[in-house]
Every structure is written in structure tokens, then in C-alpha cells.
């Protein structure tokens, strides 16, 4: 076997990308106004069906903006899965609130909503589903739930463009969802992150904030504070392009899915993503989960893996070990659930620019590491 090197991720970038953003360089409109702002926003929001989208400089600059567009701030609760990217935690935290964690679910990886109803209390303000790798969360019943509590739903959709629940795109069921356009996920501007909301008050304050808070009829006058987490005419131009390509993009997705499953299922020990009933999963990520029936451990697979030159990700640690949770909130409750994922989980190279090649050199990696 040739060695080859296969990355996790390496993204795509369109030839109609490419044309915008030159287009956007040559009429000098490469900072925060020009025109591919308004018409990225407008497509994205047609695209996930809603009345709002605003563009913003990052998948976390979204979340901070949309949960203090929300109102949430200090002495307030908000409950997030155990399991997730922590930027959906540190925006939490940067707003003043507190977050409260709940275990995931071992098939989905997604929270368990069942878990979510004793965690509420006095201070929570919203719950923030994270749709993991792809896969929505169950959201009828999280809808159920926040509306009996009266609470807020932000759904952090940065690894979810495009994929349903039912028959709803993912981040327009909740009061606000949150898009992320880092380089990995499914469109990307680079670095950017998108808001979108059927809610006029939510866009409006959202706005503001995302543009320091200038009052609308008087610049240059505060009354509260805001930030510069403005995307750029060039971002924009960049995702507007992007975005033209989402339909062969997801068609990607599910090509890696199929060629992946039809290799690797017979290989004993290895549990390969799932998709259920009520959900449209775009395999934002293929995961894997390395059980006791392998012959190695995840961390021993990803070595052998690496040893032929296939680069993997370990999946995301439980948010409540990081020491800097620890640190702050010193949080006694473990969640076996997320921490046995966190341990176990890894996903294979999955990037819009894999080749059928690629992917075979992956499989037959795998395979000879399962035979060691
Ligand atoms: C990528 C990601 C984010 C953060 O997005 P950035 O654009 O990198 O700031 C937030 N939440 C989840 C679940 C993500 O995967």
C-alpha cells in the first residue's frame, strides 16, 4: 500500500466564491459594508426559512450575541449538553450566566432532553441544544419543555447546516439558532457565524450589538455595550458563493456516509454514526465510536491511523472536566455518558475535497489496524 496523507478536513472553495470575493476586492468593498453582506444574509436566511439572518465574525460571536439578544445575563441559568464544542459554554459564560450541563444521549451524542427537566430551576433563562456532528436534537419535547418553564431556546446549529428535524431546518425551531462558517463546517466564510430569527426584536438587538451598540438614530451614543463582531464584504462574498454549492455539498456528506458504512460496518467493535427517525442528519462529521469488541483502544487506533498518515479528531471532552470549568464552578456531577464518548469517540477524515481514494486508504487503515 502507498502511503498517503489524508487530512481530517480540507474544505472546498467554489469557482462562484472565488468570483465574488474578487469582485468584492476589485470595487474596494472589502470591510464590514458593501453588498454581499445583505445578499448572503438574505440568501441564508431563505435558505434555512426564516425571516432574519445577521451576519457575525464567528460561530461563537453568534452565540454570545443571540443569548444577550435574549436578554441573558448574570445570575441567570442556562443548560447546555455536557457534550459539545465549548465555545456553546464559553458564550454562556461570557454573557455572566451560568451553565448547567446535562449528559448526552449514547446513540445521537446530542443532550438527553429526558435529563433536562430536573436541572431547572429558580434562574434558568433557556436551554441551548446543540445539534452534534450533524444530527438534530429531539426538539418536540425540549419545545414542550421550555414552553411549560417559559424558557428561551438557542439552538447552536454550527455543525447542522441544512440538516432537518422533521420537516424544520435545524436553527429555525428554536426562539434563535446560531451558524457557524469556520473552515471545517459544511459552508464556510473563512471564520463567520450567522443568527437567525423569525423574531424582529431579537434581529434588531442583535444588530446593534454585533455593531457596538451605536443608538439607530444617533451614532457615536451608547446606552448599552456592544462589540465589533462584524463579518466582512469579502466573508460574505466568500459564503454567498458557498452557499450556491450547499445542495452538492450535502450530497458529499452523504456519499462519504454510504462509501464509509458499506466499508466499515462489518469491522467488529466499531459503532458507526446513526440517524433517527425524526431527524435529516448531514454527517457534518463521520464519527466513530471505538468499543471494548476492538482489538485497540481509540487512542491506539488513532495512532495507527496516523502511523499511515490518516489524521483523526478525538471527539470533544466532557465540558465539565475542563479544568477552566472546574476552576469556576467546581462541578461535582459527572455525566458517564458524554465522558464515555469523550473517551471512546473519534471521527474520520470527512472534508467536502475527500476523494473516493482518500477514503478507501482510510478503510483499508482501519481495517488492517482492527486485524493488529
Ligand atoms: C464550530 C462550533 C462552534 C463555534 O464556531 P466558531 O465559528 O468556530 O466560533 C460552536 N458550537 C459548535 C457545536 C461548533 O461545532
Given at each position: 500500500m502507498i502511503n498517503m496523507q489524508v487530512p481530517v478536513n480540507a474544505p472546498v472553495v467554489t469557482p462562484a466564491a472565488k468570483k465574488y470575493v474578487a469582485d468584492a476586492m476589485e470595487t474596494g468593498w472589502v470591510s464590514s459594508?458593501?453588498?454581499?453582506?445583505?445578499?448572503?444574509?438574505?440568501?441564508?436566511?431563505?435558505?434555512?426559512?426564516?425571516?432574519?439572518?445577521?451576519?457575525?465574525?464567528?460561530?461563537?460571536?453568534?452565540?454570545?450575541?443571540?443569548?444577550?439578544?435574549?436578554?441573558?445575563?448574570?445570575?441567570?441559568?442556562?443548560?447546555?449538553?455536557?457534550?459539545?464544542m465549548i465555545a456553546s459554554v464559553f458564550a454562556v459564560i461570557y454573557t455572566g450566566a451560568t451553565p448547567v450541563f446535562v449528559d448526552a444521549e449514547a446513540d445521537t451524542y446530542n443532550m438527553d432532553v429526558s435529563l433536562i427537566e430536573k436541572k431547572i430551576t429558580k434562574k434558568t433563562r433557556a436551554i441551548m441544544p446543540v445539534h452534534i456532528y450533524g444530527h438534530s436534537v429531539d426538539m418536540d419535547p425540549l419545545l414542550a419543555i421550555a414552553k411549560q418553564h417559559d424558557l428561551k431556546i438557542i439552538e447552536d446549529a454550527a455543525e447542522a447546516h441544512g440538516a432537518l428535524y422533521k420537516s424544520a431546518k435545524c436553527g429555525s425551531i428554536g426562539d434563535v439558532g446560531c451558524f457557524s462558517f469556520y473552515g471545517n463546517k459544511i459552508i464556510t466564510t473563512g471564520e463567520g457565524g450567522m443568527i437567525v430569527t423569525n423574531d424582529d426584536r431579537i434581529a434588531q438587538k442583535a444588530r446593534a450589538l454585533k455593531d457596538l451598540a451605536h443608538l439607530p438614530d444617533r451614532r457615536f451614543w451608547h446606552e448599552e455595550i456592544g462589540y465589533n463582531y462584524r463579518m466582512t464584504n469579502l466573508q460574505a462574498a466568500c459564503g454567498l458563493g458557498q452557499l450556491e454549492s450547499i445542495e452538492e455539498f450535502l450530497a458529499h456528506k452523504r456519499w462519504m456516509t454510504a462509501e464509509y458504512r458499506k466499508r466499515l460496518e462489518k469491522i467488529k467493535g466499531l459503532r458507526l454514526p446513526i440517524t433517527k427517525d425524526y431527524a435529516k442528519n448531514v454527517y457534518w462529521m463521520y464519527s466513530v465510536l471505538v468499543t471494548d469488541d476492538f482489538p485497540l483502544s481509540r487512542d491506539g487506533l488513532r495512532a495507527a491511523l496516523k502511523n499511515q498518515g490518516v489524521d483523526t479528531r478525538d471527539f470533544f471532552h466532557s465540558s465539565a472536566r475542563q479544568p477552566v470549568i472546574q476552576k469556576l464552578y467546581g462541578v461535582k456531577e459527572r455525566f458517564p455518558v458524554s465522558e464515555h464518548i469523550a473517551e471512546h469517540g473519534l471521527y474520520l477524515p470527512s472534508g467536502l475535497a475527500l476523494t473516493q481514494e482518500q477514503l478507501d486508504y482510510v478503510c483499508d487503515a482501519i481495517l488492517s489496524a482492527s486485524r493488529s
Amino acid at each position: 500500500m502507498i502511503n498517503m496523507q489524508v487530512p481530517v478536513n480540507a474544505p472546498v472553495v467554489t469557482p462562484a466564491a472565488k468570483k465574488y470575493v474578487a469582485d468584492a476586492m476589485e470595487t474596494g468593498w472589502v470591510s464590514s459594508a458593501g453588498p454581499y453582506i445583505g445578499k448572503f444574509e438574505k440568501a441564508f436566511a431563505d435558505y434555512i426559512g426564516v425571516r432574519h439572518a445577521v451576519s457575525v465574525t464567528s460561530g461563537t460571536a453568534a452565540l454570545h450575541t443571540a443569548l444577550l439578544g435574549l436578554g441573558i445575563g448574570r445570575g441567570d441559568e442556562v443548560i447546555v449538553p455536557d457534550f459539545t464544542m465549548i465555545a456553546s459554554v464559553f458564550a454562556v459564560i461570557y454573557t455572566g450566566a451560568t451553565p448547567v450541563f446535562v449528559d448526552a444521549e449514547a446513540d445521537t451524542y446530542n443532550m438527553d432532553v429526558s435529563l433536562i427537566e430536573k436541572k431547572i430551576t429558580k434562574k434558568t433563562r433557556a436551554i441551548m441544544p446543540v445539534h452534534i456532528y450533524g444530527h438534530s436534537v429531539d426538539m418536540d419535547p425540549l419545545l414542550a419543555i421550555a414552553k411549560q418553564h417559559d424558557l428561551k431556546i438557542i439552538e447552536d446549529a454550527a455543525e447542522a447546516h441544512g440538516a432537518l428535524y422533521k420537516s424544520a431546518k435545524c436553527g429555525s425551531i428554536g426562539d434563535v439558532g446560531c451558524f457557524s462558517f469556520y473552515g471545517n463546517k459544511i459552508i464556510t466564510t473563512g471564520e463567520g457565524g450567522m443568527i437567525v430569527t423569525n423574531d424582529d426584536r431579537i434581529a434588531q438587538k442583535a444588530r446593534a450589538l454585533k455593531d457596538l451598540a451605536h443608538l439607530p438614530d444617533r451614532r457615536f451614543w451608547h446606552e448599552e455595550i456592544g462589540y465589533n463582531y462584524r463579518m466582512t464584504n469579502l466573508q460574505a462574498a466568500c459564503g454567498l458563493g458557498q452557499l450556491e454549492s450547499i445542495e452538492e455539498f450535502l450530497a458529499h456528506k452523504r456519499w462519504m456516509t454510504a462509501e464509509y458504512r458499506k466499508r466499515l460496518e462489518k469491522i467488529k467493535g466499531l459503532r458507526l454514526p446513526i440517524t433517527k427517525d425524526y431527524a435529516k442528519n448531514v454527517y457534518w462529521m463521520y464519527s466513530v465510536l471505538v468499543t471494548d469488541d476492538f482489538p485497540l483502544s481509540r487512542d491506539g487506533l488513532r495512532a495507527a491511523l496516523k502511523n499511515q498518515g490518516v489524521d483523526t479528531r478525538d471527539f470533544f471532552h466532557s465540558s465539565a472536566r475542563q479544568p477552566v470549568i472546574q476552576k469556576l464552578y467546581g462541578v461535582k456531577e459527572r455525566f458517564p455518558v458524554s465522558e464515555h464518548i469523550a473517551e471512546h469517540g473519534l471521527y474520520l477524515p470527512s472534508g467536502l475535497a475527500l476523494t473516493q481514494e482518500q477514503l478507501d486508504y482510510v478503510c483499508d487503515a482501519i481495517l488492517s489496524a482492527s486485524r493488529s
